[in-house]
């Protein structure tokens, strides 16, 4: 089993639609929790972290973290077809913080 | 302001051969990082190295890859005896300070290995 799983989709939704994308984790020991986006043939961007449980917003992007069903969460309001691009959460624990753990990373397609 | 720096960007290699992987931080950073992506996979981490030091090299094979970050110069990541299996793309990392802060990655270098 991957220590984060993550749907690699692809996910295609209409321009303006609230997308929803998730990650699920099994290492209780995570704090760190990164969303970064990946344009195909580039390097993962950072779009947002949070620290332990909780919602951070920046945005049209929302994070959340829920560890006790160690499931996080990115939602993009009013999507834009310039948000097409692969998706990928990653996570670290407080010990080796700089080591992040990705998902698989999420195809997501937002049609005009 | 650039960003961080890697290349070459594509690379050919026949098996048996060296592969050498640069990356160049961004200015003002210390700390770099190496991550593979096979296909269809998330980036899997590798190596933190700081000027002259390996911090945490838990994610490299044992055999044939080696790390370096010397005083001058950029990092480099090298693959002695390429096999198929080592084809990927290689990103590189860099940050300001140590611990968790944000990572920033190059536009990564893809090697197939022939």
């Known amino acids: 089993q991957k220590e984060v799983e993550q749907d690699p989709g692809p996910l295609s939704v209409p321009e303006g639609a609230i997308v929803s994308l998730n990650c699920t984790y099994s290492n209780s020991a995570f704090q760190y929790f990164m969303w970064y986006r990946q344009y195909s043939r580039k390097g993962p961007e950072l779009l947002m972290y949070t620290y332990s449980s909780g919602n951070k917003e920046d945005g049209r992007f929302t994070a959340q973290v829920d560890k006790s069903s160690k499931y996080i969460s990115l939602f993009i309001r009013d999507s834009q077809p310039s948000d097409s691009a692969t998706y990928l959460c990653a996570m670290s624990g407080e010990d080796s913080s700089y080591k992040l753990i990705f998902g698989s990373g999420t195809r997501l397609l937002v049609r005009p | 302001n650039a960003g961080v720096m890697q290349n070459p960007r594509h690379l050919v290699r026949r098996r048996g051969q060296e592969a050498r992987l640069r990356c160049s931080p961004m200015?003002?950073?210390?700390?770099v990082y190496w991550y593979r992506q096979l296909p269809e996979e998330g980036l899997k981490f590798m190596v933190y190295?700081?000027?002259?030091?390996?911090?945490?090299e838990s994610g490299m094979p044992k055999e044939r890859f080696s790390a370096e970050f010397p005083k001058e110069g950029p990092s480099i990541l090298r693959i002695q005896q390429v096999v198929r299996g080592d084809s990927a793309a290689y990103f590189c990392?860099?940050?300001?300070?140590?611990?968790?802060?944000?990572?920033?990655f190059g536009p990564g270098t893809r090697l197939t290995v022939l």
């Open positions: 190295l700081q000027k002259e030091n390996i911090i945490d």
């Open positions: 990392a860099s940050s300001r300070l140590a611990g968790f802060n944000e990572q920033f």
């Open positions: 200015k003002g950073h210390s700390h």
